[in-house]
């Protein structure tokens, strides 16, 4: 394949990294000092990976889609007010691109091992659910949108938890409030703990990154399933390409 990837930071460079190990070719598209992308630096692309700033996604895309791609995976996070736009942009092209806060094979499978964990633990009151999500110091969003994804599926499942802590109230949580916590300190790639705490134990569940390299790994396994066969116009989550690979799928990851 011929990649082109949005963004030459640590998360872009990781997937070029990739893409080149595997022999494929690979272009990493700079912010352009213009303010918008030439097309022309597209062209031929098989799928574009949009790995940039939040700001940046809808003239990446554009640009992208102006240049004649069609499948595009967005590895960015903190673009959801945006989202009916890229909705829009990729129907009226009959593009499609897969879109997640975190392309770790380990993180969608840890969501899963968090729902069932919530489905054990939620019935029990004497079991206070809790997350903590540790990221390098100059990551700019807190919580991350992975711990933002882990606090939804705790909102969905506990009965007795309906909000996360810090909106309507300040100090110390309501019962029904589900506490978060973002450090930001360092250089951690990412760590994510859902945590039941009773009086007299604790069960935790911890997801350490070490490196980008999980995250590149599942980028380029959601473009293949991309390049693989025809999608449906739109956006698409990464639970079907993990849903390939456990049944044995040839994608490459």
């Known amino acids: 394949m011929d ?21 494929d070719t690979v272009r990493i ?23 940039s700033r939040a700001d940046a996604v809808v003239g990446n895309l554009r640009a992208a889609l102006d240049a004649g791609c069609r499948r595009a995976v967005i590895a960015t996070t903190g673009w959801t007010s945006d989202r009916p736009i890229v909705e829009a942009l990729l129907r ?22 968090v729902d069932a964990a919530v ?33 939804e599926r705790i909102l969905a499942g506990h009965p007795g938890k309906r909000r996360v802590a810090g909106g309507a109230t300040r100090g110390r949580p309501e019962p029904e409030e589900l506490e978060v916590v973002s450090i930001r300190a360092g250089a951690s790639p990412g760590m994510h703990l859902v945590g039941f705490d009773a009086p007299g134990e604790t069960v ?33 989550p990464f639970d079907p390409v993990v849903d390939e690979l456990l049944a044995g799928a040839p994608v490459v990851a």
Request: hydrophobic share 50%.
């Open 3 to 23: 990649i082109a990837v949005f963004g030459g930071g640590g998360l872009g460079r990781a997937v070029a990294a990739a893409v080149a190990d595997r022999g």
């Open 29 to 51: 598209i700079g912010r352009p000092p213009s303010g918008r992308h030439d097309p022309a630096a597209l062209v031929g692309a098989d799928a574009v990976v949009e790995a």
């Open 92 to 113: 009226e092209h009959g593009a499609a691109a897969v879109a997640a806060s975190n392309f770790s094979l380990g993180v969608v499978l840890f969501g899963r091992l």
């Open 119 to 151: 489905g054990l633990f939620g019935p029990l009151a004497s079991f206070d659910p809790y997350l903590v999500e540790w990221h390098r110091r100059t990551k700019p969003d807190r919580p991350s949108g992975t711990a933002g994804d882990l606090a």
């Open 204 to 236: 935790e569940l911890r997801l350490t990154a070490r490196d980008r390299s999980a995250y590149a790994a599942g980028i380029l396994a959601a473009a293949d399933w991309l390049v693989r066969e025809p999608r449906a116009a739109g956006l698409h």
